[in-house]
């Protein structure tokens, strides 16, 4: 069940901005920021693609204090 995804638009990034980050920007701004977006969407999109259903979790590193 592959989707396409639609590309993000300069206006959609204004609005993130203002309403959930509380930072507007302008239009020029969304353009120059969408720049950098969209390839880093691509890249969500293509580890989506990726069969890694039954990879397992990686290991989580945790340190161990010692008393010196």
Do not use: H, W
């Amino acid at each position: 069940m592959a989707t396409q995804r639609n590309p993000i638009r300069a206006e959609t990034l204004q609005a993130v901005a203002a309403e959930y980050a509380g930072q507007p920007i302008n239009a020029d701004q969304a353009k120059l920021y969408l720049e950098y977006m969209e390839p880093i969407c691509e890249m969500f999109s293509g580890l989506r693609k990726l069969p890694l259903k039954d990879v397992e979790p990686a290991v989580i590193f945790r340190p161990v204090v010692t008393d010196e």
